[in-house]
């Protein structure tokens, strides 16, 4: 499983919060929020930086229009800058266009649109409209974050530690999505240690 955090921790700048999380985190998102020549031209000077870390990464792609998104996820496919996977919200639009194959559908809190790669937002459904069943099989990042019950991107709570442990496989990325570097990185532990108590549990049938 690897772990990871969002790069909006001390602001926009890509390669400045991946300092931040080197050898602490498996990989950092990459949260583009909107996408124009400014934008394109930020990223392609960040891109040769990023490559220099221990880091992969994964992106989130914009969420202001599905064509701006569309745009981000084609330059960094033809970029060859390697990614994880790229999340995008259900935009209106967004079935109309074709997609990279990295591409996959986040959960909002009032929106639910199925796809065959899912990131799961736990906290989006423990807000508002749950996750069905079926699409479980599907997911292949969870985003997480602490919730008091109306907010979410707060610090990781164990009542929501507790509801994500079912989700925990080998293979599953894990983004904590909480906008300040301690908070991320003191879930990154949480949750790592909850995963290896969790292995070894299952190791001795516990």
């Not at 796809?115 to 409209?129: A, N, P």
């Not at 699409?135 to 929501?160: A, C, N």
């Not at 999505?177 to 049938?205: G, P, Q, S, W």
Request: glycine share 4%; hydrophobic share 45%; proline share 5%.
């Amino acid at each position: 499983m690897k772990l990871g955090t969002t790069s909006w921790l001390i602001g926009e700048n890509f390669p400045n919060n991946a300092r931040l999380v080197v050898g602490k985190a498996d990989f950092i998102e990459l949260l583009v929020y909107t996408w124009n020549q400014e934008w394109q031209h930020k990223v392609s000077r960040w891109l040769d930086e990023l490559a220099g870390f221990d880091l992969e990464y994964s992106l989130h792609l914009p969420t202001d229009t599905a064509a701006n998104a569309l745009a981000a996820a084609n330059f960094f496919a033809a970029s060859g800058f390697p990614l994880l996977n790229m999340t995008l919200h259900p935009l209106p639009g967004w079935q109309q266009l074709r997609w990279p194959e990295l591409m996959a559908m986040e959960n909002l809190t009032d929106r639910v649109e199925f796809h065959s790669r899912y990131t799961f937002d736990l906290t989006h459904s423990l807000l508002g409209e749950p996750l069905p069943e079926h699409f479980h099989p599907h997911i292949v990042e969870l985003h997480l974050s602490g919730t008091d019950g109306r907010l979410d991107h707060l610090p990781l709570d164990v009542q929501t530690l507790e509801l994500a442990k079912p989700l925990f496989r080998e293979d599953l990325l894990v983004c904590f999505e909480i906008f300040d570097t301690d908070d991320a990185l003191a879930a990154v532990e949480m949750v790592r240690e909850a995963f290896k108590m969790e292995n070894t549990r299952k190791e001795y049938n516990v």
